[in-house]
């Protein structure tokens, strides 16, 4: 097992979550990155992270599943044994552009939103409570 700090970044195919674990992995770090959508995105972060010194893995997991949330821990201490940050990065929206009619949203759109911004957080702070107050 590497001695380097592992961080898990959600949300980390593209934009902040991606620039988030380059910098990270450009530092010595081992990164898990996860993704809802497309893995293959997640994939070219992983490559591009990848060197001598860090390790990156990237697998494809919702925030809004507990299970995934319990899966991405796993992972994370299966390959490494420990984990020293949590990035809570994986987000979504919905937007109505005329905000004048609401017909455009719906409770489901909100019920969704919530579930992946707060309580996905929420899921993957708790999966790695036990491991992160161990880090140093």
């Known amino acids: ?30 990164v898990v990155i996860t993704c809802s959508s497309s893995i293959e995105d997640a994939n070219i972060v992983a490559q591009e992270c ?10 494809k997991a919702d925030v809004a599943s507990n299970d995934d949330c319990i899966n991405t821990i796993d992972a994370a201490i ?6 020293d940050a949590l990035v809570n ?4 929206t919905k937007f109505a ?11 489901e759109d909100f019920q969704s939103i919530y579930l992946v911004n ?16 161990k880090s140093n």
């Open 89 to 92: 990065n994986a987000g979504t």
């Open 50 to 59: 990848t060197s001598e010194s860090s390790e990156v893995i990237a697998m």
């Open 1 to 30: 097992m590497s001695d380097n700090p592992v961080a898990i970044v959600t949300g980390g195919s593209r934009g902040v979550g991606a620039a988030t674990a380059k910098n990270l992995s450009s530092k010595g770090w081992n």
């Open 97 to 107: 552009w005329d905000h004048s009619n609401l017909d455009l949203l719906n409770a």
């Open 118 to 133: 707060l309580i996905g957080s929420f899921q993957m702070v708790k999966a790695a409570k036990i491991f992160l107050l």
């Open 78 to 83: 299966k390959k490494w044994g420990r984990i």
